[in-house]
């Protein structure tokens, strides 16, 4: 078992239209939960009604949503953005877009 990994809602909403909910269940199977998170659940609840939400919803294998930690979350960004980074990575795109 590896380290867990956390399924965005448009992955999950996918699989879930195309009913092939078992495939991504048996790829998460060599992973620890949690495999989604409350704002991943938020946005499914959302789109509840809708065939894809709903089966989401009901797939049971996705376990409890794991919840993240806000508190003092803006504290912990004052200092993470590099600015020579941030020129770097617009640098790359826009070398991307011209080619």
């Known amino acids: 078992m590896t380290n867990p990994r956390?399924?965005?809602?448009?992955?999950?909403?996918?699989?879930?239209i195309t009913e092939?909910?078992?495939?991504l269940k048996?790829?998460?199977s060599?992973?620890?939960p949690p495999y989604?998170?409350?704002?991943?659940r938020s946005e499914i609840l959302a789109g509840i009604g809708q065939p894809d939400?709903?089966?989401?919803?009901?797939?049971?294998?996705?376990?409890?949503?794991?919840?993240?930690?806000?508190?003092?979350?803006a504290g912990n960004?004052?200092?993470?953005?590099d600015p020579l980074m941030i020129r770097?990575?617009?640098?790359?795109?826009d070398d991307r877009r011209r080619a």
């Not at 989604?36 to 991943?40: E, G, K, N, P």
């Not at 709903?54 to 508190?71: K, W």
Request: net charge positive; glycine share 6%; hydrophobic share 50%.
């Open 6 to 16: 956390l399924v965005d809602a448009v992955t999950l909403r996918h699989f879930g």
């Open 30 to 32: 060599m992973y620890l």
């Open 26 to 28: 048996h790829v998460l």
């Open 53 to 73: 939400c709903n089966n989401v919803l009901a797939a049971s294998f996705l376990g409890v949503p794991h919840q993240i930690p806000t508190a003092n979350l």
């Open 36 to 40: 989604w998170t409350d704002a991943v």
């Open 77 to 81: 960004w004052s200092g993470a953005c």
């Open 20 to 23: 092939h909910l078992a495939t």
């Open 88 to 93: 770097r990575l617009r640098a790359s795109k």
